[in-house]
């Protein structure tokens, strides 16, 4: 949910576009609203209220600046490797720290001594960040306590609504919250596994191609569609939808429908929202936050929905 962006691999080097949001628009954080500036960028991450792109190893905002969320630091403008968007505070990481700022109604935006250096991902949520370092995790924000299992081995991390999520000799670990049932890993997601992300209340895996789903399927997030059962990835879980890049770079999206963020299978034939938004093969790297997603797409390139 809202966690680092997923690049595809595709290419062997990470290819630059255009960020092309779809679904919510609520914070002019989706079409029509990104800069001109984000042209070019490597890496997009969604948020709740704002949408993040990387580019040339400097961060880029746009939407709700309620807490001064799109007012990206002089730290954050150049040097960056990663970027993670959350519920109105933002993430990036430069030398190994990570670097916080916006809301901190629970200490999210101020970085513990721990992550200011030896750290090699990010991952946010609605008031919780996640940072891996030395194979171990940190949390810091609404949720700080990690279990003892994710404090060595670890090679990929994802922060949910209340829960974590670690990747750990190719099996899923979760802790916190599990009212919805989000951190009770299916035997399939036990091994085999190369990537995690959490949601709100629900979680992904990707194995051998194919996702894995489970916790909360109130909006149809935990029933994985036989477009993502193959050839998929990269994942990413937003609050109530997922998001999957496909290896003939296509996205396909499925889950909550609110803001039309995912499918409409009522329609007939079904109707994908994001390729209105011109999110259509060659993908790149996609992202998925609060009723919302962006992609990279390279807009010279022609487009096949």
Not at 5 to 27: C, F, K, Q
Not at 43 to 60: C, P
Not at 120 to 139: D, P, Q
Not at 235 to 264: C, P, Q, T
Request: glycine letters at 14%; hydrophobic letters at 40%.
């Amino acid at each position: 949910m809202i966690a680092t962006v997923s690049l595809s691999g595709i290419a062997h080097a990470a290819p630059t576009g255009e960020p092309r949001p779809w679904g919510s628009n609520d914070y002019a954080q989706g079409q029509g609203s990104v800069p001109a500036s984000a042209l070019g960028a490597s890496a997009v991450s969604a948020g709740a209220l704002t949408h993040l792109a990387l580019k040339d190893g400097g961060v880029i905002a746009w939407g709700n600046n309620s807490y001064q969320q799109t007012d990206v630091p002089v730290a954050a403008s150049s040097g960056v490797s990663a970027i993670a968007a959350g519920w109105a505070h933002e993430l990036a990481l430069k030398n190994g720290g990570v670097i916080a700022w916006g809301n901190g109604f629970y200490g999210q935006n101020v970085v513990p001594a721990a992550a200011t250096s030896g750290v090699t991902a990010i991952s946010t949520s609605a008031y919780f960040n996640l940072a891996l370092k030395n194979g171990g995790v940190l949390s810091w924000g609404s949720r700080t306590v990690v279990p003892a299992t994710v404090s060595s081995g670890v090679t990929a991390i994802s922060a949910g609504g209340d829960h974590g999520l670690a990747l750990k000799n190719g099996g899923v670990i979760g802790w916190g919250s599990n009212g919805k049932g989000q951190i009770t890993v299916p035997a399939a997601a036990t091994s085999g596994v190369s990537a995690v992300s959490a949601g709100l209340r629900h979680s992904i895996a990707l194995k051998n191609g194919g996702v894995i789903a489970w916790g909360d399927n109130t909006s149809g997030q935990a029933t994985v569609p036989l477009e993502a059962r193959s050839g998929v990835v990269a994942i990413d879980a937003g609050f109530n939808h997922n998001v999957a890049l496909k290896s003939d770079g296509s996205v396909f999206a499925w889950g909550s429908n609110v803001k039309m963020e995912s499918r409409d299978a009522t329609s007939d034939p079904p109707t994908d929202f994001w390729k209105f938004s011109g999110v259509c093969a060659p993908v790149y790297a996609v992202s998925a936050g609060e009723s919302t997603g962006v992609a990279l797409v390279d807009p010279t390139a022609p487009q096949f929905c």
